[in-house]
């Protein structure tokens, strides 16, 4: 992959550091949508180092572009009413009056009743007001259900949240982001899909990826390289983070003739769209980075630019890195080849696209770069992971 190096590790930085304390997730509107018995199928787009999907919402439709976050409680978007701090974004802000079909959900409502931070204005019949801590930071504003049409699917009414404030500086041009973790808010569970999946195509190909819901959520078999692996149960807080993220048992990592065998403190890994690159607790961190080392055999040179750790001169590490294999619970597989962690940092160098960070707390994430031309299949209902080598350009 060409010179993404400085733009993606900058940026990952960003959801590394935040807090994930996430808020469970909303109940269904009473009028949510069925994805259709086909299935679904999304168009995914690379875009400043994250995966994003366009869809519409409103009568008339009002375009939106959403950061794909599996870990994300809502579908949330930017506002122009009563917005207060808003980041910039490349489209107009949705617009409640401008649409005829935009329902603010009152406090009343259901819907509103199960959100566990909430406000409610006057004697609580006023509109809904919520606040949620997103993989990207926190988001205030309030509950509405309008027509959203995205992808293959026959526009319906969905619930999201309307941002008006949000601790965010920046979305990197998009509107907000479209949550598909384990919440009733999701958009998987709004379309009533038991299981979803995605394949990300390498960003320097230009080539579209793809979202798949309900039936269309499907692998092409089990071939070389597939494998399935249980998510992990937390004993975390119903409404924190963790509960609503994939997580996974991460039992080892095979870098050429090394294999780092992941502390018991520190083996869960949260799969995740919302961070580019992934990042490793400490110690497991520092055995992968001698591996890799030893592997190529050559002496590391200075990074060329900010916050990589490990860089080697290009000819010497395209010739000795190794893929790595990551082995889960149950005995799945899934390898990470060279080409999606060294990446060209410029000066003849290329660079470990792989951090280690004091602030994870025990928990890992695979990012969505170390996941391109993977096929991931979420199984909702048997709450297992399964994977896939594939060319994700040819799915989409």
Same mark, same amino acid.
């Given at each position: 992959?060409?010179?993404?190096?400085?733009?993606?590790?900058?940026?990952?930085?960003?959801?590394?550091?935040?807090?994930?304390?996430?808020?469970?997730?909303?109940?269904?509107?009473?009028?949510?949508?069925?994805?259709?018995?086909?299935?679904?199928?999304?168009?995914?787009?690379?875009? $400043?180092?994250?995966?994003? =999907?366009?869809?519409?919402?409103?009568?008339?439709?009002?375009?939106?572009?959403?950061?794909?976050?599996?870990?994300?409680?809502? =579908?949330?978007? $930017?506002?122009?009413?009563?917005?207060?701090?808003?980041?910039?974004?490349?489209?107009?802000?949705?617009?409640?009056?401008?649409?005829?079909?935009?329902?603010?959900?009152?406090?009343? /409502?259901?819907?509103?009743?199960?959100?566990?931070?909430?406000?409610?204005?006057?004697?609580?019949?006023?509109?809904?007001?919520?606040? /949620?801590?997103?993989?990207?930071?926190?988001?205030?504003?309030?509950?509405?259900?309008?027509? =959203?049409?995205?992808?293959?699917?026959?526009?319906?009414?969905?619930?999201?949240?309307?941002?008006?404030?949000?601790?965010?500086?920046?979305?990197?041009?998009?509107? *907000?982001?479209?949550?598909?973790?384990?919440?009733?808010?999701?958009?998987?569970?709004?379309?009533?899909?038991?299981?979803?999946?995605?394949?990300? /195509?390498?960003?320097?190909?230009?080539?579209?990826?793809?979202?798949?819901? *309900?039936?269309?959520?499907?692998?092409?078999?089990?071939?070389?390289?597939?494998?399935?692996?249980?998510?992990?149960?937390?004993?975390?807080?119903?409404?924190?983070?963790?509960?609503?993220?994939?997580?996974?048992?991460?039992?080892?990592?095979?870098?050429?003739?090394?294999?780092?065998?992941?502390?018991?403190?520190?083996?869960?890994?949260?799969?995740?769209?919302?961070?580019?690159?992934?990042?490793?607790?400490?110690?497991?961190?520092?055995?992968?980075?001698?591996?890799?080392?030893?592997?190529? *055999?050559?002496?590391?040179?200075?990074?060329?630019? $900010?916050?990589?750790?490990?860089?080697?001169?290009?000819?010497?590490?395209?010739?000795?890195?190794?893929?790595?294999?990551?082995?889960?619970?149950?005995?799945?597989?899934?390898? =990470?080849?060279?080409?999606?962690?060294?990446?060209?940092?410029?000066?003849?160098?290329?660079?470990?696209?792989?951090?280690?960070?004091?602030?994870?707390? *025990?928990?890992?994430?695979?990012?969505?770069? $170390?996941?391109?031309?993977?096929?991931?299949?979420?199984?909702?209902?048997?709450?297992?992971?399964?994977?896939?080598?594939?060319?994700?350009? /040819?799915?989409?």
């Amino acid at each position: 992959m060409a010179s993404l190096v400085s733009t993606l590790l900058l940026m990952c930085l960003i959801p590394l550091t935040r807090a994930h304390e996430l808020r469970r997730g909303l109940e269904l509107a009473d009028d949510a949508t069925t994805a259709r018995p086909g299935g679904v199928t999304v168009p995914v787009h690379f875009s $400043q180092a994250f995966y994003v =999907v366009n869809l519409t919402i409103g009568t008339p439709p009002q375009p939106v572009s959403a950061i794909i976050d599996i870990g994300g409680e809502l =579908v949330w978007t $930017q506002c122009a009413q009563h917005c207060r701090r808003c980041f910039k974004q490349d489209l107009p802000l949705f617009d409640t009056n401008a649409s005829s079909t935009f329902r603010p959900e009152p406090c009343g /409502a259901a819907v509103c009743e199960s959100i566990p931070t909430r406000s409610c204005a006057g004697d609580g019949g006023g509109a809904c007001g919520y606040e /949620a801590s997103t993989s990207f930071g926190r988001t205030v504003g309030r509950i509405g259900t309008d027509a =959203v049409a995205i992808g293959t699917a026959a526009t319906a009414r969905l619930a999201f949240g309307c941002a008006v404030a949000s601790e965010m500086d920046t979305m990197w041009g998009s509107s *907000g982001s479209v949550g598909l973790g384990r919440t009733n808010l999701s958009l998987a569970a709004q379309m009533n899909a038991t299981a979803f999946s995605y394949c990300l /195509a390498p960003p320097d190909t230009g080539k579209s990826s793809a979202l798949f819901l *309900g039936a269309s959520a499907k692998l092409a078999g089990a071939g070389k390289g597939a494998g399935t692996t249980p998510f992990v149960k937390t004993s975390t807080p119903p409404h924190s983070g963790l509960s609503r993220s994939y997580l996974l048992r991460l039992e080892a990592i095979r870098a050429g003739n090394a294999t780092i065998a992941m502390p018991q403190s520190g083996n869960t890994i949260m799969v995740s769209t919302a961070t580019p690159v992934t990042a490793l607790v400490d110690s497991v961190y520092r055995d992968l980075r001698k591996a890799v080392a030893d592997a190529v *055999g050559a002496a590391p040179v200075p990074p060329p630019v $900010q916050n990589y750790d490990l860089c080697f001169p290009k000819a010497s590490a395209s010739g000795g890195a190794p893929d790595l294999v990551l082995a889960f619970q149950g005995g799945a597989e899934m390898t =990470v080849p060279v080409s999606s962690y060294l990446f060209d940092a410029g000066n003849d160098t290329a660079c470990v696209a792989i951090l280690g960070s004091p602030a994870l707390g *025990g928990v890992s994430i695979l990012g969505s770069l $170390q996941q391109v031309n993977i096929h991931l299949l979420f199984d909702l209902d048997k709450e297992t992971l399964s994977f896939e080598p594939a060319d994700c350009s /040819a799915l989409s």
